[in-house]
């Protein structure tokens, strides 16, 4: 098993649905598709584009292909991503995994305290509440950032008071 494998199960077993780390969106798009083939969803964001909670929105609703009806609130965030079988959706055509990427996760800092510790707690829940629902799969969000910025992102999350794992080289 190299490396790459072994990070990749690493994310694929955790019973952890957030992640950081300081690998390339690249490196970590290729383990997953050599992982799981074509059984999982990998959805990238821009984390320079989620610096507002309508921003979030916006990026997420662009990413996943949210409903016309789309509510723009915290509560029609929650369920759009909880669902992600709507018609239309990006989400619907294939399967139950789901690993969002998000890249220059930095950015995140920008967003509103409240926001972000509502942000930080919808997608910490997904994880546990997408597998209790259905047994569907696997629902993980990774945070990339550079090296020097990783010690803040930590920082940010530790205010939410969440749990979440390391993807790091060993």
Not at 127 to 145: D, H, M, P, Q, V
């Amino acid at each position: 098993m190299t490396k790459m494998d072994a990070t990749i199960s690493t994310l694929a077993d955790s019973k952890i649905g957030l992640f950081v780390t300081r690998f390339s969106r690249d490196y970590l798009e290729n383990g997953l598709r050599e992982l799981f083939k074509d059984d999982c969803n990998i959805w990238i964001v821009d984390g320079s584009n989620c610096t507002s909670k309508g921003g979030i929105f916006k990026e997420f609703g662009s990413v996943v292909r949210f409903p016309p009806y789309f509510g723009n609130n915290w509560d029609a965030f929650n369920d759009c991503m909880h669902d992600l079988a709507w018609p239309g959706s990006a989400g619907r055509e294939k399967c139950g995994n789901h690993v969002f990427i998000i890249t220059k996760a930095i950015q995140l800092k920008k967003l509103d305290k409240r926001d972000r510790r509502l942000f930080f707690e919808i997608i910490h829940g997904l994880e546990s509440s997408w597998n209790f629902a259905a047994k569907r799969g696997i629902y993980k969000f990774i945070l990339c950032c550079l090296r020097e910025q990783q010690e803040e992102l930590l920082k940010l999350l530790e205010e939410t008071r969440i749990s979440y794992g390391h993807l790091v080289n060993r």
